[in-house]
């Protein structure tokens, strides 16, 4: 593929000559993660490595160039990460706008919602955030109640959101709303875009056991929203909501399964070995062994699963069961990673300490999704085992 | 020995769910955490206890206590685990009164036993060293020097160890760091020159802390027990404060699987109670077993304690083994069929599961008994 | 207890004198179980025991004494068991007479049909098989259709019933039938005692994957009942059934759990220690250690489960929590004992072998009740759980 | 490399599925079981499979094979899993022609590599002494004799011994029993003077046997690869077979699960199908993933074994193990779900736990992979 070498070496070239020295570096922590918006306060290396790579459109490569990205092919975008990753250099900008809304509106959106809301995004200068559970719709989701009233030139929208990520820290929230109180619950939700710098729109952080609080309640009280900001047809915002909850289970289960240290490499670390070369604690070396096998089996899933998809194989419901195992597994190492630290973890630390990851990822099987709705949708969809 | 409670257990149980339930509730620890406590514990609810008994319950009846027994103490260290009470009892009643009581000098137990029973004085046993329990692992050292000894070095995980009076500390007296032979327990009060204790800010908002000890003199008369002999009394200590953890970790597993039995019969999802989702039946039902299992040798564990201390060691470490696996599950299961509420700081399974994770690090965790479990056992 | 110290005496004397040195062996296998019934062939020691203990009552030493029994109380029945296990003598006589119908007949029969069974019974002279579960009746036990006809001064029973226990070398069976097909279906159910000494009634025995046969498929042809063998209520047999499967729940769970080898000796004997003194075979330490544990914290419930019961504290339904868990543990036990016999346990080999008792295992959580079933039990009657 | 099987791949798939399902079901294992037949595998069969190209699927086309590599080896091995069909492939096609076509000497390879890919010469690898494996371990002697060696000793657990045409050894030519150097491997004729094999009747009735050699003398050429330097080629022989079983495993629980899931959806209890009960729903969703992740691991290490032989040990390793738990909770799910029928040797799970069971023993448990995974990654 010639074509691609030539990329590559164009890229190669870029990155080199536009990528900060500071963004080179691990980041230290959870802090150093870049989200864009108004609020965000950027060091002067993240806004310069940001302002350069979204310039070429490579903060969002597969966008199309009009939209904000750089039109990429999917080899193409490959070689991007690979040249990124082999000088090391920083993600410049993650957020709800790349993961879950630009996708749908690339799907759903109109021309003009597009041209509004994508650019924004992919400059990182509108932060989004994601309305979707209630107090009481939570695996439920679909019983949802916050009203979206029709008043003619807008919409008003009164009601709670619950479980929205970092809601204080955004500027605009997109939002699953009832528009239809009479038809079956599936069939009376919309998909809206809400800007969130208006009195309608309050939020209040949920302080989380880890100490932590990246959600928050989100409260609608007479909030007004654009007609032209409901995306995809009125009534029907189910659909809208489904396949953005695909790509946030996706999401979810890859987490925890990155460019992680290996779990026994810390813990020699942290415990040491014994006479025999073996970690010292052996019924924690037996698990640790066990889960590092589970996690490169479930790694090469995520890559067959993903390849798959590609190639046109494979369900769409295996998106369930990486969400499935990709937490419950990211649960088990946080475990283990406690086992392995002992009582040092047990203090309070830094703000990404072990302790507040480790309390932080029981939230992994239950948000996008339990564990016990993706092995539901499992058995149904993909065993096809028949409902009560 | 028959596996029930005699009536003067549970009268105690009784008393001590009702006592905790309505005076020191897990409210209470939210506060102590919220308000900033410098004592981490209520000094009241501290001296209600002794007033019924409960700091005396291992203290034998000539030196001022009721001489209850160890399932008696189980009993009340298993109802503070279902509120969560944050107090010096498993470090003073329990570890404290069983290092004096069974090992103890006459002069010794004369002075502080009737000051524990009375809740006057509170005690701490400060024996590791390192991120991971190892009491033969000794690296503070005590150096003769004069007729007494001088001590140095520093212990970490010290449970109460910035409101206890007196400090137990191991020490080695002689041998290499990691040897059986060589250890000495010392009784350090708390106030000597040359002690400073550090706490620190803990996951589960309950006391424990690092003493440091710079040229800490004490005399012969500070040794609990026999010099070079201290590592069987120390085990003695532990297993006492072991299978009190264990009873403390099987109420908050209780505690965890009825809260969420509750909460099955309640939450609707779909249109249905989600308690009959038989996927989350089941899951409960497993989990009833393996808390009855852990009740089962808890008890088991205290009754040895009890009728032969001299042969507790491998029930106590089967205890403090099988009660970290059953708690954390209990707790896991709490957080997950509790769904997001039960991921706020809150509602109150959060403190269930950082203080059982506390639990099941302090002396020693599932692994290290699983593993002691094994070399008793020859394999 | 001055009485109990006199009694003990008096046992200790009689089991020395009349106790067979064959029967203080311990047993090789189980084919030394002694069963008794018409087609039984005991050694002389065996008959010689049996005779000696029935005639003292002490086959089944609670039962009153004009019923084959001693009428020993619980504290004295526990002191001739201790005595027994002192000088390890053998159990003289087992079967599901003693452990199932007999309890059930006591409970439910009346004064005539214990005179005629159970002291054939307590002699070891009649053997009895279980019929309950059919084809179509497995887990849900009380939909079962064998059917049986009042025809005036007899009934006429017809049908099929599968996992008979040794019916081929039983003399009588219990079965469960229909007596009202109109009915709700726990209502329509009774309990009979049948001869299975006649033309109407065959077995065949059903392979296992284990390659031996202890159930047998049991066949009802125009099969004649006396009036006088239906125990308790017409339509009201459920009521027996349930009571003797609490039975039959707690002797499968506690299987497994007697006086076995510990795992961890087994494991040395097999695969020795590494130079630190540790199990050879690291990994499979930790599982043996962690089961070992289990395994204790098991027995103590078994007891204090028993003890609850007898200081009429507990719930009832806990005998589904033993067997659930005694069955679970017992499969996970072979399991390990599996993995620590490695390649030597894969060939067949006595008819007690690893291997079979292994394979055998995978039944225990089917049979008495499934381990679906238990849970269900326990999430309804302990923890109540509402049903759908 | 990309996780999907290519066109070529793919229609072996199919082909292989076609014809197993129709020639070689679990019926014709049964069948070789109830008959006592005394090869233990159908020679008929066989020969087809040679006449598709499968025991030459690892044999270079110069010597006859069709070199397809293995990847395509997995595939096969996978779907003869999937209906358990009996045959030396896994002995022969797999290992014997990774030992001759990546060791052999050209001579060696000329004599056996056209045999091997015409189905006309089945090989037996005999590594294992004990009851556990461990190829370090090695008892068996090969004295210097003349040009030659003469081998003493005992081997168990040998796959398709009995059927073997050839022998591929592990001797010791120096060091003590248990050393990684002074391994030494060694072609020995079956039919040579004082080779003595005998079947063992196996639980999941396939071909073992133990080789007994009493004083066997060989000539130097019957070395493959380096005297004393043995072990290394013996572990990449064994890796090829650990990986056809780990696929063998994946396919069998693949079945497994799928005859479950058509059970579930076909069963009555209650009167509903049992498929609609959420606890099970909810475990054969498990095991759905558990599978999953199976397929996955043992597609990467047969790609490791394509693409990097010398660097596909811990991928192997993590394979083996992986498949000795998911294919063991395959079948243990598999009887659960069934009830009572699956107990019966009637019904063909039984032949799916019994065959799991010693696959999973075969070349080191998943016990044994995870301490060596352990090992490799240095802790």
Partial sequence: MPD?????????????????????????????????????????????????????????????????GAGLSKPEAKVLREEMQRIKARTPLQSFGIWMLGPALLKYG?????????????????????????????????????????????????????????????????????????????????????????????????????????????????????????????????????????????????????????????????????????????????????????????????????????????TGANSSMLKYYGTEFNKRRLELMMDSAGSEALEWGADDDVARNWLRTKGNSIEGGTSEVQLNIIAKRILELPSA | MSMVLN?????????????????????????????????????????????????????????????????????????????????????????????????????????????????????????????????????VTAERSGNGFRLNGRKGFVAEGHVADMLIVSARTAGGEADAEGITLFLVPRNAAGVSVERADMVDSRNSASVTLENVDVTADAVLGEVDGGLKPLEAVLDAGRAGLAAEMSGSAQQCLETTADYLKERKQFGQIIGTFQALQHRAAHLYSEVELGKSIVLKALQTLDAAPEHAAMMVCAAKAKLGQVAQLAAREAIQMHGGIGMTDEFDIGFYIKRIRVAEALYGDANYHADKFARMRKY
Same sequence: chains 1, 3.
């Fill in chain 1, 110 to 314: 109109t021309h003009e919602q597009k041209l509004e809301h994508l650019p924004p995004i992919a400059r990182g200068e509108i932060r989004w955030a994601q309305g979707y559970s209630e107090p009481n719709a939570g695996s439920d989701l679909a019983s949802l109640m916050t009203k979206c009233e029709d008043k003619g030139d807008h919409y008003l929208v009164n009601g709670q959101k619950v479980w929205t990520s970092y809601a204080d820290r955004a500027d605009w929230i997109f939002v699953l709303v009832r528009t239809d109180f009479d038809a079956p619950k599936h069939l009376g939700i919309s998909f809206i875009l809400v800007d969130m710098d208006q009195p309608g729109v309050s939020t209040r952080p949920i302080k989380l056991i880890s100490g932590r609080s990246p959600f928050c309640e989100t409260f609608f009280d007479d909030a007004r929203a654009e007609k032209h900001n409901l995306v995809g047809e009125l009534n029907r915002g189910w659909d809208v909501a489904k396949y953005l909850l695909t790509h946030e289970r996706e999401m979810i289960g890859g987490m925890g399964s990155g460019a992680m240290r290996p779990m026994g490499d810390i813990a020699v670390q942290q415990i040491g070995l014994d006479e025999s070369g073996r970690l010292a604690d052996p019924m924690l070396r037996t698990d640790i062994a066990r889960a590092e096998i589970d996690g490169l089996a479930f790694m090469a899933t995520m890559e067959r699963v993903a390849d798959e998809a590609k190639a046109g194989q494979g």
């Fill in chain 2, 7 to 139: 009536d003067d257990a549970n009268m105690l149980k009784d008393a001590a769910r009702g006592f905790l339930g309505k005076s020191a509730p897990v409210s209470q620890l939210r506060k102590l955490r919220d308000d900033g406590s410098e004592d981490g514990f209520d000094r009241q609810t501290w001296a209600a206890m002794a007033e019924m008994g409960w700091t005396g319950v291992l203290v034998p009846e000539a030196h001022g206590g009721v001489d209850m027994g160890y399932v008696a103490a189980g009993v009340i260290a298993e109802e503070m685990g279902r509120t969560l009470t944050a107090s010096p009892y498993l470090s003073t009643a329990v570890m404290g009164a069983t290092a004096l009581s069974r090992f103890g000098s006459d002069a010794q137990k004369s002075e502080w036993l009737p000051k524990l029973a009375a809740g006057e004085a509170v005690t701490a046993v400060a024996v590791d060293e390192g991120r991971k329990h190892n009491p033969a692992r000794v690296g």
């Fill in chain 1, 4 to 68: 691609l070498d030539a990329f590559r070496a164009e890229v190669r070239d870029w990155l080199d000559a536009n990528c900060p020295e500071e963004m080179r570096q691990p980041m230290e922590s959870e802090a150093d993660i870049v989200w864009g918006g108004k609020k965000f306060n950027f060091t002067e290396p993240q806004k310069l490595w940001l302002d350069r790579m979204a310039a070429k459109g490579w903060t969002v490569p597969e966008w199309p160039v009009e939209y904000g």
